[in-house]
Structures are given as C-alpha cells and as structure tokens.
Nanobody, 122 residues
C-alpha cells in the first residue's frame, strides 16, 4: 500500500518561494503518477500539477503556470513541488496523491497525504 507524507509548508511573504516534498513508502511508487492538489478555506480541492511515472507533466491550474514546477526522484521516492512568486491566493493546504496516470479527476487519485499548510502573507 502506497503511503504519502507531505512536508515543507510554512508562512512566506508574497513573492517568496517554498519547496514542498511528498515522500512515499510502498513498493508501487515508481509506477504511479503523483499529483499535487490544494484546498483553500471555503473552497473545493483543486488540482495543481501532476507528474507521471515516466516524468511527463500535467498542469491543472492556469494560475500556477510559470511559477510552480513539479519533479520526482524515484531513488528517494519523493515528488517535489517548487513554488515561486507566491501570492496570497496561493494560501491553502497542499496535498499529494497517487494515481495510475495524471487523470483530470480527483476521484481517480488515492493514498492522499495529510497535507501541508502554505500561508502567504506579509
């Protein structure tokens, strides 16, 4: 069973950067796509970026284009989300989850982590 744990969140000023990590345990990591999602207070969870088992990337949110980057290190069983030029509207709990491919539907993702809080404020 694949388990995912997010880390790296925190309080950052507008324009700042963070690197979030999604660490996996379980033998199926190499063959799974990993997606990053976020949920702001009072809003639905939305997709951010996804990386396939072969390294292909899917962007779910136009608002993060050019600012967020996803990568994976299979040797470390970790997927990273580099987030730059942070804006207050990026404030949310960020989650990672696994799927067979980078589906456009949240319901196709499982093994959700507990999330890591990102707060962008001056």
């Amino acid at each position: 069973q694949l388990q995912l744990v997010e880390s790296g969140g925190g309080l950052v000023q507008p324009g700042g950067s963070l690197r979030l990590s999604c660490a996996a345990s379980g033998f199926t990591f190499d063959y799974r796509a990993i997606g990053w999602f976020r949920q702001a207070p009072g809003k639905e969870r939305e997709g951010v970026l996804c990386i396939s088992s072969s390294g292909g990337r899917t962007n779910y949110a136009d608002s993060v284009k050019g600012r967020f980057t996803i990568s994976r290190d299979n040797a470390k069983k970790t997927v990273y989300l580099e987030i730059n030029s942070l804006k207050p509207e990026d404030t949310a709990v960020y989650y990672c989850a696994a799927a067979g491919y980078c589906s456009g539907y949240l319901r196709n993702f499982g093994s959700w982590g507990q999330g890591t809080q990102v707060t962008v404020s001056s």
